[in-house]
């Protein structure tokens, strides 16, 4: 047996290789003995499954290959049959050619694995550095206030002085969500993520959720309907409550000034779930990219200057990572409406006195 | 605030900036203002000057601010308002069972942390005189008589609801955990029934007509515990 040297970078697929290899002579020795071919007819069969085989794999198993068809052709076809002997120089030739084109192809088959990994590589260098710019573009803007806003403020004009106040509360409040969103993401990525399970209850969540918003919500009314016999139900409600601010978050900066915004919650029979969902009057979000939003770094097509385009994706981390999903389809009346759903398979006890 | 003696607030953060911005924060609202680097200084601070308050950062070089505060309530019963960073809630939880009263989280406003200190300072000056009445919003009760009065009108509370609002009445401004509510008022083997909580305090918040947002006297730490503030500030 040849060395079984995983080829670079086909470390598992040493085994698959030979057994295909292995197989395939099989096939075309047991083929060769019931078709009415010649024996030279049949050099050339074994030469076609050679040059297929060594494309797709590693060089020792092509060369393995290479071996075998030659023993199987020579031993099986070649009179006398059944015996090594009867090579002359045509004979030969072709066992030569088996041997040439084991190596050239499979050659060409790491030459192609080679270009594939290069290919993904410079993919992930292009998206490291786009990462890298928008970060670094998100950081300087609010920095950029912050040493403007400073120099101002030495101004005398009370008014102007105010004004210079709020530009800075906004971009200290950008980069606060920036750096929150930057650490959230890589918590969910690196798995440090241990969602705590616990009963909550709805009304709890959502005014949580509302107050981690605070003046993002601007001058939008916001509307909450949870039904009066609402259960308690299991959840992460720190993760929950991060959910919910993200999507009112989201609704407020989406659409138009004053307009509503709808919290609601549901228990939901088939599957049993529980439904938060929030509503907006907006434009909405298109068929086409609404699973793409969910992707980190995907904005949509109305989405505003700045950001990254982190939010939803750690919408639907923080969900899955409860066991549940978030999903977006159209309300009624034309907005985005976002619905958040969570198993419901335990019922809280009641407690008694 | 300026009538009365300056409270001594002790302010333990490693970060010298941090620290110099909540001195002219608290300056200014009339505090007299001490400072540490570490929990070793910390302590011998609390030892020597017994400050009326004590400002803790959790994430200290060189102890955990949860040992901190255990060598700490040794000493003395001082108010422990907790700094912790975002996403933290076992950290939270660890450092009030170990007798923190409150916590805040980076970053965070001024305006915020000052009615933090002045809630658990004033807790401190009235603890010990609860009364047997106690009035909040439109509510009154009687803690001997085990009356409610909502508006003048009796409501009716069962014997463990009014158990609960005892204990928040009697820990006022004072951040309490869900495993220690449990744990006091159904004993230790409850203290994993998160589900009697949220029950509980739905029935409370009904029956006293109380908002589930910062307008009302039950609030909501997530993931962590509830806060009965007597007099709640709407939020900004």
Same mark, same amino acid.
Request: proline share 6%; net charge neutral; aromatic share 6%.
């Given at each position: 047996?040849?060395?079984?040297?995983?080829?670079?970078?086909?470390?598992?697929?040493?085994?698959?290789?030979?057994?295909?290899?292995?197989?395939?002579?099989?096939?075309?020795?047991?083929? !060769?003995?019931?078709?009415?071919?010649?024996?030279?007819?049949?050099?050339?069969?074994?030469? #076609?499954?050679? %040059?297929?085989?060594?494309?797709? %794999?590693?060089?020792?198993?092509?060369?393995?290959?290479?071996?075998?068809?030659?023993?199987?052709?020579?031993? &099986? $076809?070649?009179?006398?049959?059944?015996? &090594?002997?009867?090579?002359?120089?045509?004979?030969?030739? *072709? /066992?030569?050619?088996?041997?040439?084109?084991?190596?050239? !192809?499979?050659?060409?088959?790491?030459?192609?694995?080679? #270009?594939?990994?290069?290919? /993904?590589?410079?993919? @992930?260098?292009?998206?490291?550095?786009?990462?890298?710019? @928008?970060?670094?573009?998100?950081?300087?803007?609010?920095?950029?206030?912050?040493?403007?806003? %400073?120099?101002?403020?030495?101004?005398?004009?009370?008014?102007?002085?105010?004004?210079?106040?709020?530009?800075?509360? %906004?971009?200290?409040?950008?980069?606060?969500?920036?750096?929150?969103?930057?650490?959230?993401? =890589?918590?969910?990525?690196?798995?440090?993520?241990?969602?705590?399970?616990?009963?909550?209850?709805?009304?709890?969540?959502?005014?949580?959720?509302?107050?981690?918003?605070?003046?993002?919500?601007?001058?939008?009314? *916001?509307?909450?309907?949870?039904?009066?016999?609402?259960?308690?139900?299991?959840?992460?409600?720190?993760?929950?409550?991060?959910?919910?601010?993200?999507?009112?978050?989201?609704?407020?900066?989406?659409?138009?000034?004053?307009?509503?915004?709808?919290?609601?919650?549901?228990?939901?029979?088939?599957?049993?779930?529980?439904?938060?969902?929030?509503?907006?009057?907006?434009?909405?979000?298109?068929?086409?990219?609404?699973?793409?939003? &969910?992707?980190?770094?995907?904005?949509?097509?109305?989405?505003?200057?700045?950001?990254?385009?982190?939010?939803? @994706?750690?919408?639907?981390?923080?969900?899955?990572?409860?066991?549940?999903?978030?999903?977006?389809?159209?309300?009624?009346?034309?907005?985005?409406? $976002?619905?958040?759903?969570?198993?419901?398979?335990?019922?809280?006890?009641?407690?008694?006195? | 605030?300026?009538?009365?003696?300056?409270?001594?607030? *002790?302010?333990?953060?490693?970060?010298?900036?941090?620290?110099?911005?909540?001195?002219?924060?608290?300056?200014?609202?009339?505090?007299?203002?001490?400072?540490?680097?570490?929990?070793?200084?910390?302590?011998?601070?609390?030892?020597?000057?017994?400050?009326?308050?004590?400002? /803790?950062?959790? !994430?200290?070089?060189?102890?955990?601010?949860?040992?901190?505060?255990?060598?700490?309530?040794?000493?003395?019963?001082?108010?422990?308002?907790?700094?912790?960073?975002?996403?933290?809630?076992?950290?939270?939880?660890?450092?009030?069972?170990?007798?923190?009263?409150?916590? /805040?989280?980076?970053?965070?406003?001024?305006?915020?942390?000052?009615?933090?200190?002045?809630?658990?300072?004033?807790?401190?000056?009235?603890?010990?005189?609860?009364?047997?009445?106690?009035?909040?919003?439109?509510?009154?009760?009687?803690?001997?008589?085990?009356?409610?009065?909502?508006?003048?009108?009796?409501?009716?509370?069962?014997?463990?609801?009014?158990?609960?609002?005892?204990? $928040?009445?009697? =820990?006022?401004?004072?951040?309490?955990?869900?495993?220690?509510?449990? =744990?006091?008022?159904?004993?230790?083997?409850?203290?994993?029934?998160?589900?009697?909580?949220?029950?509980?305090?739905?029935?409370?918040?009904?029956?006293?007509?109380?908002?589930?947002?910062?307008? !009302?006297?039950?609030?909501?730490?997530?993931?962590?515990?509830?806060?009965?503030?007597?007099?709640?500030?709407?939020?900004?």
């Amino acid at each position: 047996m040849p060395d079984p040297k995983p080829t670079p970078g086909r470390p598992h697929g040493a085994l698959r290789d030979y057994s295909l290899v292995a197989g395939v002579m099989v096939l075309v020795t047991v083929a !060769g003995s019931y078709a009415p071919l010649s024996y030279h007819a049949l050099g050339y069969v074994y030469l #076609l499954a050679i %040059i297929a085989l060594s494309l797709s %794999i590693g060089r020792w198993p092509a060369l393995a290959a290479a071996v075998a068809g030659a023993m199987a052709w020579d031993f &099986f $076809f070649v009179p006398p049959k059944l015996s &090594f002997a009867g090579i002359h120089f045509d004979e030969g030739l *072709l /066992l030569t050619t088996y041997f040439a084109v084991a190596l050239i !192809g499979s050659q060409l088959s790491a030459l192609r694995a080679e #270009l594939y990994r290069a290919g /993904l590589l410079a993919e @992930s260098e292009r998206m490291h550095q786009t990462l890298l710019d @928008s970060v670094s573009h998100e950081m300087m803007t609010p920095l950029a206030v912050f040493r403007s806003a %400073i120099e101002q403020l030495e101004t005398h004009d009370a008014e102007k002085r105010n004004r210079v106040v709020v530009e800075l509360q %906004i971009a200290t409040d950008r980069l606060d969500r920036l750096v929150g969103n930057l650490l959230s993401q =890589n918590r969910l990525e690196s798995g440090v993520l241990r969602p705590r399970m616990d009963w909550c209850e709805c009304h709890e969540v959502v005014a949580s959720a509302r107050r981690a918003v605070g003046s993002r919500i601007g001058d939008h009314a *916001l509307e909450i309907e949870i039904p009066s016999d609402m259960p308690i139900f299991r959840a992460d409600a720190a993760l929950l409550e991060q959910a919910i601010a993200q999507l009112l978050a989201n609704a407020a900066l989406h659409t138009p000034p004053e307009s509503k915004i709808r919290v609601s919650a549901a228990v939901k029979a088939k599957p049993k779930q529980i439904h938060i969902v929030v509503t907006d009057t907006g434009p909405g979000v298109p068929v086409e990219i609404r699973e793409a939003i &969910f992707e980190k770094f995907t904005r949509g097509p109305l989405a505003r200057k700045g950001g990254l385009g982190l939010g939803l @994706s750690i919408v639907r981390g923080f969900m899955r990572a409860q066991g549940g999903e978030v999903s977006v389809d159209t309300a009624p009346g034309g907005g985005a409406r $976002f619905t958040l759903s969570l198993p419901n398979d335990e019922q809280a006890p009641v407690p008694v006195g | 605030m300026k009538k009365e003696p300056k409270s001594n607030i *002790l302010v333990v953060d490693d970060e010298e900036q941090i620290r110099r911005l909540l001195r002219y924060a608290l300056e200014e609202a009339g505090y007299e203002v001490r400072e540490a680097e570490s929990g070793r200084v910390a302590l011998g601070e609390v030892a020597l000057q017994a400050p009326d308050l004590v400002v /803790l950062d959790l !994430g200290l070089p060189d102890t955990h601010g949860t040992e901190v505060l255990r060598a700490l309530r040794v000493i003395c019963p001082v108010p422990v308002l907790i700094l912790s960073v975002q996403d933290n809630e076992t950290g939270k939880i660890a450092a009030l069972d170990a007798g923190a009263d409150d916590y /805040l989280t980076k970053p965070f406003s001024g305006g915020e942390l000052l009615a933090r200190m002045r809630a658990l300072l004033r807790r401190v000056g009235t603890a010990a005189a609860p009364g047997n009445n106690f009035q909040f919003g439109p509510i009154q009760v009687d803690l001997e008589q085990r009356r409610v009065l909502r508006n003048g009108q009796p409501v009716k509370l069962t014997a463990q609801e009014f158990k609960v609002l005892r204990m $928040f009445i009697m =820990n006022r401004d004072k951040l309490l955990t869900h495993q220690h509510i449990l =744990n006091e008022i159904w004993g230790p083997h409850a203290r994993e029934n998160t589900n009697y909580l949220r029950y509980y305090m739905m029935q409370i918040r009904k029956k006293l007509g109380d908002e589930v947002d910062s307008a !009302g006297h039950f609030q909501t730490e997530t993931s962590v515990g509830y806060r009965f503030v007597s007099k709640p500030q709407p939020a900004a």
